[in-house]
């Protein structure tokens, strides 16, 4: 009796590809990132404190969308490869923090304002995105 094996997969053709696999799964979520914070902003995020919106008018900035008074941060959020960039008190809004001593209002704790995020669906869609591709890496 002769017994044949044969395999349809072969791991040493993922190890080649996981890398890159792996990476564009990064890239795909930065991008995804970027449009879910975007969308966040513009939908709109927790109502303004009254201090703030003054404080806005004292700017001639408009009173809404939160985070979004000058521009500025906004127009900084992108991708860049795998990473998400924007300027550096887009991660304070998101997290909280206490403003300075020479603050208009020193010394104030100001609560998270997250907004860095992606949506449920574009999570699911990198995740099928990625096992498909180790699926097809996997193939002889």
């Not at 001593?101 to 998270?112: A, E, G, V």
């Not at 995020?117 to 180790?134: D, H, L, Q, R």
């Amino acid at each position: 009796m002769k017994l044949t094996i044969e395999s349809n997969f072969s791991f040493s053709k993922l190890n080649k590809n996981i890398d890159e696999i792996i990476n564009n799964s990064l890239v795909e979520f930065a991008k995804k990132t970027e449009e879910g914070s975007k969308n966040k902003i513009d939908r709109g995020l927790r109502k303004l404190k009254d201090v703030t919106v003054k404080i806005r008018k004292h700017r001639g900035q408009p009173e809404r969308p939160a985070l979004k008074a000058s521009g500025n941060l906004y127009r900084s959020i992108r991708h860049k490869d795998n990473e998400l960039e924007m300027l550096f008190y887009g991660k304070l809004h998101n997290d909280g923090f206490t403003t300075g001593k020479n603050s208009l209002i020193p010394n104030k704790k100001i609560d998270p304002r997250p907004f860095i995020s992606t949506t449920i669906k574009a999570k699911k869609e990198i995740e099928t995105n990625f096992i498909k591709n180790i699926n097809k890496a996997l193939k002889k």
